[in-house]
């Protein structure tokens, strides 16, 4: 039997078939009894009754003396009443009602004579200051119905009304299979070809937080018995099974035909992206769900597939989805053939909601970790352009993008210790930098989505950075420049520099690797002039088109060796132990327009950068000049 | 050392001081390291940086093969090139990038010749095709920063960075030290003057909701040395530490000493009710906070006073509150002196959202399982009338007071199985009933706040149910008429009827304890007219006065041996085992108004009223009779 992407199904019809089936084969809601102390949080499967009466006495409300309220009939101020010993009982506030009374008089309104007694000047009225059993609960009510989730005072109640056991809705187990003969357990030093395996520890968590009680199997190897195999025992030990198959080629077949053999495969391929390759199967009621390997890919398949059936299992209604209208800041295109999820960043920069579309790779999981939404593209459409408003499901808190400092531009990682100073300081601050280099920086200033951005251009005319750009970029004004550092430029080889590079002009020789940056970024600028300066002819370099985003991407090209040379900062050469040949100290300073300067985000921002601590940080990583930083540079 | 209640300070300024001490003190979020695979949830301390790349080495990121790029340079559709064996190797996708190479080729694009070699058309570019090395994270970057979330990505990205612990911040350990004599652990058969110890669980569950780590000691006896003892240790092996005190008189006074001789007392006595008698004290960093025993008292001190500790010593910003605009169903009416939190059920009504006061008795905690919001009286003020419209803070989600079927009026535990199966059948469905008779219930639908009232209202000039009071009190309609159930009315007496009775006539015997319900009620109503029927003075029936405000209320105080006698439906005296003596059944409907008729809340409750689940719900019950369950009455 052999499986090919047999199908290519819209999604919510396959997601509708599929627990449709599911259902029909009897999945839903399991019941198990926990001790009441352990059940907070959890659902009632069926009504909680009580079992004794809360409280389950009749106790006095006060402090003073129980007595029969017959025996106080009469008493006025003008014909007090005397009671003996005997006839009262002298009571704390919780002891239980002695026999034969049916009052209690507060101490306050007692006089106690010296022989014992007690006189009172009014009468008692029966069950006066008495806490009636039952006030609380009453045995045989109903405590909680079904289907409701366990408060604290929920708990408190059930054990007041005597209750110890409770049935609630059973989590889910989900057995999770990784399998790949490439793939390895998480370790600090993998060899070249082994992937580590945290494709688990993503889904555990996520399926932790849906209610799920998560199982992760050992690693299998990629031989179709030892899948099978493993599979079967999942399946024996688990109400659900994930089967994580490796990324390449040929690999879910395989799942297909052990899921086919262990139970049913109803579908093949889902027509989304990523995520294409998914394989909707059961045993049964139990549901398989054949997972693509790639961590975003797998992601989007459990969370559109596996989510609904736990929340049908679980009993909890999904939650409402939280959605924001956003402005899309660069243009995302996508295959008709497919739904598309396309990560995004978001922020409020003036009066917009701002999106930029993340690294839709499907093995970039940082890419996940950083996205504050999902922007979803209809299966038949080809996309959105750049500032079109779209509708965006939010991934964060609702309040977040309001919070969130947008800085766009060059990268320097003195901006992740700034973001993670300002969130320490003022936990509701976020930071969510891009680095689309200086120019993309000035580009997405012009359009108003961005409260600042890095920059460092060179004027070759001059000699002198940023401000001929803001003066071309900005004619009428609006903007202000903050100086921040002074950063040592240079050209990065490899320790020993065994090529024996002499300086940027070597980088043309024979068997020099060059590694470069991406065009519009300010170090390609500065290695642009330096070619024209040295007149070096561009495309005599090798590697010249080969393009990375940032500082230390580079710097880690020349660090595995696979590059010889590449323009960079210091700190990215430091950090990969790498030899560093001084270009220039160039200006890295921070452009932010008028509308954004005064508000508390920006403030905090220049605050920090102002501080002590920042600039041991950036003492620390090396390479930076502080003179003058946070200062405003008259343009 | 001898303590009253020596402060009344205003919880403002009590909350502001003990936590600027606990600051001063050195109290502070604190750090510990765990494994990255059980740290999903958990805030990080410190920013975590990448010990490896991701990925951390180049591959191929399709099947093809890979080569050296500059083998290829020169090849066109008119100049193929070929490449040897040995010039190449075929990867798949995923595959390390073999040694030599820096360009992939697409198996698409090749022609594999017979002798083993292959013909490309078309030029490699360098590093075409490959999946660079730190695509995803680059070694040395950072993560995630300090005191962020570690979500499911965050925690695969940092297993794919190489990390294999992270510091997060510590979970607060806080001891609940129970105390009492009177206090035995949870059970289902405690003996008169038991209580059952409740608070630590419920304590534990919010505790641990807030992210703290809760840690239960045994029960102590009321005994100074074994207090001071118990509190000693729990000192030693927590950060915080909740010293419940017993309920009762004196008890606080105890605890205010030990907590002074183990560390000292801030304050002892907060202007808020409930929670008066709270103690404020600490032991260095460490808070030490004595709380009132009863429940409802309890949970307030510990919302008010220790949540905002724990949220500074977790690093949780505090969740924004949601609060709601709402009306008063009825006056409440505070002292002066303390700031008064008073719980209230809230449900939309027509365009109105209603907030109706529970019963603030500290000691119910019943009541706070059925709270939907709190309301806050400020120290000072008197409270706030009926129709009023006051700010609630929220405790349930937002959306679930609009999807809250409000039902005022008779008490029948028919309700609660309604209640039941409606949201069983659909889960974002809540019903809310308040037992306030059938006359309160008629006034609420007056004042459009209900959906739905239970009535059984006996005109004694015609022996009709009902339709007479409808036509008085809704003179001009708006008001629909639902049969619901015919009830078995009747007097219970104790089992085996000792005394007797043999019928409502006796209940003025000599020696018979009456038990009432509460005026308004139609069972009082009933009994009236019975009173005035057989001629029997009200004055002369013991107990008359004494009002319970269900009928498994009455059924109880007769069953525990309180009372001889009282009024109320046959389900009530089967559920305690009582004897019953019918008098007569009667009509309970159901009074919808209008505008709430059409509804699909009230839809929903009008086919459940007419399904065979229910009705065989209220066989089982017994004494009820369900002829034209759930059509309209015409009026």
Same mark, same amino acid.
């Given at each position: 039997?052999a499986?090919?992407?047999?199908t290519?199904?819209?999604?919510?019809?396959?997601?509708?078939?599929?627990?449709?089936?599911?259902?029909?084969?009897?999945?839903?809601p399991?019941?198990e009894?926990?001790?009441?102390?352990?059940?907070a949080g959890?659902?009632?499967?069926?009504?909680?009754?009580a079992?004794?009466?809360?409280p389950h006495y009749?106790?006095?409300?006060?402090d003073?003396?129980?007595l029969?309220?017959?025996?106080?009939?009469?008493?006025?101020e003008?014909?007090?009443?005397?009671?003996?010993?005997?006839?009262?009982?002298?009571?704390?506030?919780?002891?239980?009602?002695?026999d034969?009374?049916?009052?209690v008089?507060?101490i306050?309104?007692?006089?106690?004579?010296?022989?014992g007694?007690?006189?009172?000047?009014?009468a008692?009225a029966?069950?006066?200051?008495?806490?009636?059993i039952?006030e609380?609960i009453?045995a045989?009510?109903?405590?909680?119905?079904s289907?409701?989730?366990?408060?604290?005072?929920?708990?408190?109640?059930?054990?007041?009304?005597?209750?110890? /056991?409770?049935?609630v809705?059973k989590?889910?187990?989900?057995?999770?299979?990784?399998?790949?003969?490439?793939i390895?357990?998480?370790?600090a030093?993998?060899?070249?070809?082994?992937i580590?395996?945290?494709?688990?520890?993503?889904?555990?968590?996520?399926?932790?937080?849906?209610g799920? /009680?998560?199982?992760t199997?050992?690693i299998?190897?990629?031989?179709y018995d030892?899948?099978?195999h493993?599979l079967?025992?999942?399946?024996?030990?688990?109400?659900?099974v994930?089967?994580?198959a490796?990324?390449s080629a040929?690999?879910?077949?395989?799942?297909a035909k052990? !899921?086919?053999?262990?139970?049913?495969?109803?579908?093949?391929?889902?027509?989304?992206?990523?995520?294409k390759?998914?394989?909707l199967g059961c045993?049964?009621?139990?549901?398989?769900?054949?997972?693509?390997?790639?961590?975003?890919?797998?992601?989007?398949?459990i969370? /559109?597939?596996?989510?609904?059936?736990?929340?049908?299992c679980?009993?909890?209604?999904?939650?409402?989805?939280d959605?924001a209208?956003?402005?899309?800041t660069?243009?995302?295109?996508?295959?008709?053939?497919?739904?598309?999820?396309?990560?995004?960043?978001l922020g409020f920069?003036?009066?917009?909601?701002i999106a930029?579309?993340?690294?839709?790779?499907?093995?970039?999981?940082?890419?996940?970790?950083?996205?504050d939404? !999902?922007?979803?593209i209809p299966?038949?459409?080809?996309?959105?352009?750049?500032?079109?408003?779209v509708?965006?499901r939010?991934?964060?808190?609702?309040?977040?993008?309001?919070n969130?400092?947008?800085?766009?531009?060059?990268?320097?990682?003195?901006?992740d210790?700034l973001?993670?100073?300002?969130?320490?300081?003022?936990?509701k601050?976020?930071?969510?930098?891009s680095?689309?280099?200086?120019?993309?920086g000035?580009?997405?200033?012009?359009?108003?989505?961005?409260?600042?951005?890095?920059?460092?251009?060179?004027?070759?005319?001059t000699?002198?950075?940023?401000?001929s750009?803001?003066?071309?970029?900005f004619?009428?004004?609006?903007?202000r420049?903050?100086?921040?550092?002074?950063?040592?430029?240079?050209?990065?080889?490899?320790?020993?520099?065994?090529?024996g590079?002499?300086?940027?002009?070597?980088?043309?020789?024979?068997?020099v690797?060059?590694?470069n940056?991406?065009?519009?970024?300010?170090?390609?600028?500065l290695?642009?002039?330096l070619?024209?300066?040295?007149?070096?002819?561009?495309?005599?370099?090798y590697?010249?088109?080969?393009?990375?985003?940032?500082?230390?991407?580079?710097?880690?090209?020349?660090?595995?060796?696979?590059?010889?040379?590449?323009m960079?900062?210091?700190?990215?050469?430091r950090?990969?132990?790498?030899?560093?040949?001084?270009?220039?100290?160039?200006?890295y300073d921070?452009?932010?327009?008028?509308?954004?300067?005064?508000?508390p985000?920006?403030?905090?921002?220049?605050?920090?950068?102002?501080?002590?601590?920042?600039?041991?940080?950036?003492?620390?990583?090396?390479?930076?000049?502080?003179?003058g930083?946070?200062?405003?540079i008259s343009?």
């Amino acid at each position: 039997m052999a499986f090919e992407y047999l199908t290519n199904l819209p999604l919510d019809r396959a997601r509708r078939d599929y627990i449709e089936l599911l259902i029909n084969n009897g999945m839903g809601p399991r019941a198990e009894t926990v001790p009441v102390s352990q059940a907070a949080g959890r659902m009632t499967a069926e009504a909680v009754y009580a079992s004794i009466c809360s409280p389950h006495y009749a106790a006095s409300a006060m402090d003073g003396i129980a007595l029969l309220a017959k025996d106080s009939f009469g008493a006025t101020e003008s014909t007090p009443v005397t009671l003996r010993p005997g006839k009262f009982t002298v009571v704390d506030t919780g002891d239980p009602l002695p026999d034969g009374c049916d009052a209690v008089i507060m101490i306050e309104d007692i006089v106690e004579n010296s022989d014992g007694s007690v006189t009172i000047h009014s009468a008692a009225a029966p069950w006066q200051h008495i806490r009636q059993i039952g006030e609380d609960i009453c045995a045989g009510e109903m405590i909680i119905g079904s289907f409701m989730e366990l408060t604290p005072a929920a708990i408190g109640a059930m054990i007041a009304g005597g209750v110890g /056991e409770v049935k609630v809705i059973k989590r889910p187990r989900v057995g999770i299979i990784p399998t790949g003969d490439e793939i390895i357990p998480p370790c600090a030093n993998p060899e070249p070809g082994q992937i580590l395996e945290f494709n688990s520890a993503i889904f555990s968590s996520m399926l932790k937080s849906w209610g799920a /009680e998560p199982v992760t199997y050992p690693i299998v190897p990629d031989k179709y018995d030892m899948i099978l195999h493993a599979l079967e025992m999942a399946l024996s030990q688990c109400d659900m099974v994930l089967l994580n198959a490796g990324s390449s080629a040929g690999r879910d077949d395989c799942s297909a035909k052990a !899921i086919a053999e262990a139970g049913q495969v109803l579908y093949h391929g889902i027509a989304i992206k990523p995520g294409k390759p998914a394989i909707l199967g059961c045993k049964d009621d139990k549901p398989i769900l054949g997972v693509p390997g790639y961590p975003v890919s797998g992601i989007i398949v459990i969370e /559109e597939l596996l989510k609904p059936i736990i929340e049908h299992c679980t009993g909890k209604a999904a939650a409402r989805e939280d959605r924001a209208e956003a402005v899309l800041t660069r243009p995302v295109v996508s295959g008709l053939k497919y739904q598309e999820f396309v990560r995004v960043r978001l922020g409020f920069v003036g009066d917009k909601l701002i999106a930029s579309p993340l690294n839709r790779g499907s093995g970039v999981v940082s890419s996940f970790m950083k996205a504050d939404g !999902i922007l979803e593209i209809p299966q038949g459409q080809e996309g959105y352009e750049a500032g079109q408003r779209v509708s965006v499901r939010l991934l964060t808190e609702k309040s977040r993008p309001s919070n969130t400092l947008v800085v766009i531009g060059s990268h320097d990682p003195l901006l992740d210790e700034l973001a993670d100073m300002m969130h320490r300081d003022d936990r509701k601050i976020y930071m969510s930098s891009s680095h689309v280099g200086s120019m993309g920086g000035i580009m997405a200033l012009k359009r108003g989505e961005a409260h600042a951005a890095g920059c460092h251009l060179l004027d070759p005319e001059t000699g002198i950075y940023n401000l001929s750009f803001i003066k071309r970029y900005f004619p009428n004004g609006g903007i202000r420049l903050i100086r921040c550092v002074g950063r040592q430029q240079g050209l990065m080889v490899q320790k020993g520099n065994p090529l024996g590079l002499n300086g940027f002009e070597d980088v043309a020789n024979d068997g020099v690797r060059y590694v470069n940056r991406q065009k519009g970024s300010g170090t390609r600028i500065l290695a642009d002039y330096l070619c024209s300066k040295a007149n070096i002819d561009k495309a005599s370099i090798y590697g010249y088109d080969r393009e990375e985003l940032t500082h230390t991407s580079v710097a880690i090209q020349i660090a595995a060796g696979s590059a010889d040379a590449g323009m960079g900062i210091y700190s990215a050469a430091r950090l990969y132990d790498l030899d560093f040949l001084p270009v220039c100290i160039e200006e890295y300073d921070l452009l932010i327009p008028d509308f954004a300067y005064d508000t508390p985000m920006v403030r905090r921002m220049l605050d920090t950068l102002k501080s002590p601590e920042f600039h041991a940080r950036l003492s620390a990583m090396g390479g930076y000049t502080l003179e003058g930083i946070g200062e405003e540079i008259s343009l």
